[in-house]
């Protein structure tokens, strides 16, 4: 199923209901699915990204009756821990919002390691990140319709990763 500007899931991650990451973990979220998020600070869209890519419709099943931590919320749980380790959200906060902010002396205390530059990290996402999100089928409908989102089809371009 390739999604169109029209769909309704992309309408749910552009309307739907909100969750502050200040809040995690949000009961919300499903404990295994795969889908589609969208990470906002106010009115601006940050960041589109899916999880559950090589999961078919038998795979996310699978996962759900294991009942174990996969997809959704392990991925948005990377995200809302702030830390830059294998978490390219977080690489992206670091580089292109907290960095051109940061001040000599703080650069110095983190150099000095009397300051965690991931916990700054943390701290931003989680004073000024809400996130939405919608459960797909599958990894492909998941990546689909994240495509369609990072290329504007939640009525403007993600600032930290527009489709390219």
Same mark, same amino acid.
């Given at each position: 199923m390739t999604p169109t500007s029209d769909d309704p899931l992309l309408d749910e991650l552009l309307n739907g209901p909100?969750?502050?990451? $200040?809040? !995690?973990?949000?009961?919300?979220?499903?404990?295994?699915?795969? $889908?589609?998020?969208?990470i906002w600070d106010q009115a601006q869209l940050l960041y589109v990204g899916m999880s559950g890519r090589s999961?078919?419709?038998?795979?996310?099943?699978?996962?759900?009756r294991a009942? %174990?931590? !996969? $997809?959704?919320t392990t991925r948005l749980a990377s995200h809302a821990s702030g830390r830059r380790s294998g978490d390219q959200f977080c690489v992206y906060v670091a580089d292109f919002l907290i960095l051109p902010e940061l001040t000599p002396e703080d650069i110095a205390a983190?150099?000095?390691?009397?300051? %965690?530059?991931?916990?700054?990290?943390?701290?931003?996402?989680?004073?000024r990140m809400c996130f939405s999100f919608v459960?797909?089928?599958?990894g492909a409908d998941a990546m689909g319709l994240e495509a369609v989102a990072r290329s504007g089809g939640l009525g403007q371009l993600p600032m930290l990763n527009p489709s390219e």
């Open positions: 909100r969750f502050r990451f $200040g809040d !995690w973990p949000v009961a919300a979220v499903p404990k295994a699915a795969a $889908g589609v998020y969208s999961a078919d419709e038998s795979t996310v099943q699978q996962k759900q009942d %174990r931590p !996969w $997809g959704l983190i150099a000095r390691r009397e300051a %965690r530059f991931d916990d700054s990290i943390k701290r931003y996402i989680h004073n459960e797909t089928r599958s």
